[in-house]
T-cell receptor, first 113, second 113 residues
Framework: DGGITQSPKYLFRKEGQNVTLSCEQNLNHDAMYWYRQDPGQGLRLIYY???????QKGDIAEGYSVSREKKESFPLTVTSAQKNPTAFYLC????????????FGDGTRLSIL | GENVEQHPSTLSVQEGDSAVIKCTYS??????FPWYKQELGKRPQLIIDIRSNVGEKKDQRIAVTLNKTAKHFSLHITETQPEDSAVYFCAATFSSNDYKLSFGAGTTVTVRA
């Protein structure tokens, strides 16, 4: 969807380095999500945020951190504690309330140098 | 938590034939079931969704059916075309937290011309 922008498209991480992936949306959505996608697998939830200044861990939060200081923005930091960070990272957003369609950005592909 | 199984993992069909993908879920109280289409290297796009108070939903060549008793839902694509070739993911929400989606592992559909 044109309303969700992820950057950069490609990112390389060195050993011991933290990197931050950007996700911005102009859809006025309250909820935002980060997923990790590995080859041949479905999407796995890393973190999600239902509202500004609040976020919860998903199924695979270890080695990642997030913040939600603005409604439009939900950056994801991949820390050095994440030992296998190579993956395709997808950000999504949805309107307030559960059971709502989630709309995705174009993704960031993270690789290790 | 919610567990979603998706079959088959790969599906090859002749152009013009139908394609059917089936998913089963574990949480009998799940209420929302979206389907996403993902082309190579691109974002997942919502193609159709169904809620638990509906048994079937259609949108042109695409239909989804839901059997709550058996805890399964299926995607049906009729009159397949080459542009239907993609990976398709089913998902279901958790009844305990309906912001969270659990995804199937995906089905790679190839439409042969």
């Amino acid at each position: 969807d044109g309303g969700i922008t992820q950057s950069p498209k490609y990112l390389f991480r060195k050993e011991g380095q933290n990197v931050t992936l950007s996700c911005e949306q102009n859809l006025n959505h309250d909820a935002m999500y980060w997923y990790r996608q590995d080859p041949g697998q479905g999407l796995r939830l890393i973190y999600y945020s239902q509202i500004v200044n609040d976020f919860q861990k998903g199924d695979i939060a270890e080695g990642y951190s997030v913040s939600r200081e603005k409604k439009e923005s939900f950056p994801l930091t991949v820390t050095s504690a994440q030992k296998n960070p190579t993956a395709f990272y997808l950000c999504a957003s949805s309107t307030q309330g559960g059971n709502q369609p989630q709309h995705f950005g174009d993704g960031t592909r993270l690789s290790i140098l | 938590g919610e567990n979603v199984e998706q079959h088959p993992s790969t599906l090859s069909v002749q152009e013009g034939d139908s394609a059917v993908i089936k998913c089963t879920y574990s949480d009998s109280a799940s209420n929302y079931f979206p389907w996403y289409k993902q082309e190579l290297g691109k974002r997942p796009q919502l193609i159709i969704d169904i809620r638990s108070n509906v048994g079937e939903k259609k949108d042109q060549r695409i239909a989804v059916t839901l059997n709550k008793t058996a805890k399964h839902f299926s995607l049906h694509i009729t009159e397949t075309q080459p542009e239907d070739s993609a990976v398709y993911f089913c998902a279901a929400t958790f009844s305990s937290n309906d912001y969270k989606l659990s995804f199937g592992a995906g089905t790679t559909v190839t439409v042969r011309a």
